[in-house]
């Protein structure tokens, strides 16, 4: 008989996973039966910090299930649909065209996972910038080396459950089938991307690496082939997870006239806390207990009309250098899988639109205006820093201020921040609804606007500045039957979880696709 339970179990008893079994089954009162956790959650609302634990006691171990993400067959004879990036939406789709019995050949401007890490090292440490290779794009896409985080609200957008199943059954840690705010680590995820790849190659699929498209070949109105630096692919169906880093890829599609349309967005910069303040501000207490974990924030509030809200927290985390192009200026924050770095960091943005555009003389109609918008942001941050891969910095109270030229506090920004005035970065109604947003979050957190928090700017990829029109029913271009715009790059997607689901979509109606023609 199967037993669903649902306790508050205080924190200090649930620290680590046998005191948790232990808790459990004390309240259960029953040491026989398997325990099947559904959902994990920190109640720290009170004096009393708890954890919420929901799940249900089994008569005996469920049977091990191979998930259905992963019932495969062999594709190597099967016709060929063509995936191009190796991301989240392009590796679940990989594995979706496989379960539908297609072969799926990868197309990857990167490098694999191994050999990327040596272009992010020279990256952080020298500088050099491989705009094929680094921390947005190659094996595994910006998620690889950027935390992990599986956290999403995409519930309507597919099986979220099956997706985390399937990253379980590669080698995940099991807590994420119940943790409220699942992550992996950057340390983890590189060993996974792994296994999907060869899951992909063992099923008859095929990855290509610094392969970068560089145009479409399509022939009254139906794609007919890619266009790589390698060569030439004729393609009737071709997925397009590209990521939102790509800007010229979105330009290769507005030269060709596929749909596109200018998208709002996010932008502002990192903010820089020490883990230990972060720590004081949500569990009330001067030195955070063993039995606890690193804290983290979740802020929103409105200013001018416009959101303003915390992006990414990385509790324990790292700032990394995240540009594309040289010349240009972006941030954004990882942690590892244990968060035990001693500073914590989060994009702390607000809305931008049409007529934040404008203000850069922009035409807020035309489809490409939010990424020049971005782009010069991105390049003028560079200028403001010297030109390498410093970034531009402030603290925080002197930026709400108006004062410059200050030392700043240490940062965990390998490449280095140089004292800049923000206000010289930002247009003037995106700064006024940041500085109201630090006001009001320097209410809620005595110390998170002061002199020890620091600004590390800009974080600006938050997501995608363009959309790439597609059909509601088949998921594809109007401009071009047989490709599949698919993802954070086509805007369709926000994170790691909710790009997979949108690739999982497209890979099934690149299915049906292939049964009609």
Not at 176 to 200: D, F, S, V
Not at 241 to 259: K, N
Not at 264 to 275: D, K, N
């Amino acid at each position: 008989m199967t037993l669903p339970f649902e306790f508050f179990i205080p924190a200090e008893e649930a620290h680590g996973s046998e005191a948790l079994e232990n808790a459990l089954r004390r309240r259960l009162k029953t040491e026989e039966g398997y325990l099947l956790i559904e959902k994990k959650a920190l109640d720290a609302r009170g004096k009393n910090i708890r954890w919420l634990v929901r799940g249900r006691l089994l008569p005996q171990t469920p049977p091990m299930e191979t998930p259905a993400l992963l019932q495969g067959r062999d594709v190597r004879k099967a016709p060929e649909v063509f995936v191009v990036g190796s991301g989240p939406a392009g590796l679940f789709a990989a594995l979706e065209l496989i379960r539908q019995g297609l072969r799926p050949i990868v197309l990857e401007r990167g490098k694999e996972v191994r050999r990327r890490r040596r272009d992010l090292a020279l990256l952080t440490r020298q500088h050099i910038l491989n705009p094929d290779s680094n921390y947005c794009f190659g094996e595994g896409g910006a998620g690889t080396f950027s935390d992990g985080k599986l956290y999403t609200r995409s519930d309507k957008r597919g099986d979220i459950k099956a997706c985390l199943q399937a990253l379980v059954h590669l080698g995940a840690p099991a807590d994420i089938l119940w943790e409220a705010r699942p992550h992996i680590g950057t340390n983890r995820l590189p060993a996974l991307i792994e296994r999907i790849r060869e899951y992909i190659l063992n099923w008859g699929g095929t990855l290509l690496f610094d392969t970068r498209l560089t145009g479409l070949e399509v022939q009254f109105g139906r794609l007919k082939a890619l266009v790589t630096e390698s060569g030439r692919f004729p393609a009737r169906q071709a997925i397009l997870a590209t990521g939102h880093s790509a800007s010229d890829v979105y330009r290769m599609l507005h030269a060709l006239g596929i749909p596109l349309q200018c998208k709002p967005y996010a932008l502002g910069f990192r903010v820089e806390h020490t883990q230990e303040v972060v720590d004081t501000w949500q569990y009330k207490c001067q030195t955070r207990p063993a039995y606890l974990p690193p804290a983290y924030y979740n802020l929103n509030f409105r200013a001018m009309g416009r959101g303003v809200y915390s992006f990414c927290m990385c509790p324990g985390g790292i700032i990394a250098p995240c540009a594309t192009q040289p010349g240009e200026i972006v941030t954004n924050g990882w942690s590892p899988s244990r968060r035990n770095n001693p500073w914590a960091n989060a994009g702390f943005v607000t809305e931008v639109d049409g007529s934040d555009f404008s203000e850069l003389g922009l035409n807020p109609e035309h489809p490409l205006s939010g990424l020049d918008f971005r782009e010069h942001i991105e390049r003028k941050a560079c200028q403001m820093a010297g030109g390498r891969q410093s970034a531009p910095g402030q603290r925080a109270a002197h930026w709400l201020q108006y004062r410059s030229g200050h030392s700043l506090p240490p940062s965990s920004y390998v490449p280095g921040v140089v004292s800049c005035d923000l206000h010289e970065l930002l247009p003037r109604p995106v700064a006024q609804r940041l500085m109201q947003g630090l006001r009001q979050a320097e209410q809620r957190m005595p110390g998170f606007a002061g002199e020890e928090a620091l600004l590390v700017a800009p974080e600006t990829r938050t997501s995608a500045p363009v959309r790439i029109v597609r059909q509601p029913d088949t998921l594809q271009s109007p401009g071009a039957e047989g490709l599949f715009p698919c993802g954070e790059g086509a805007g369709f997607a926000g994170g790691i979880l909710s790009a997979a689901l949108d690739g999982i979509r497209c890979a099934a109606a690149a299915a049906n696709y292939a049964t009609l023609r």
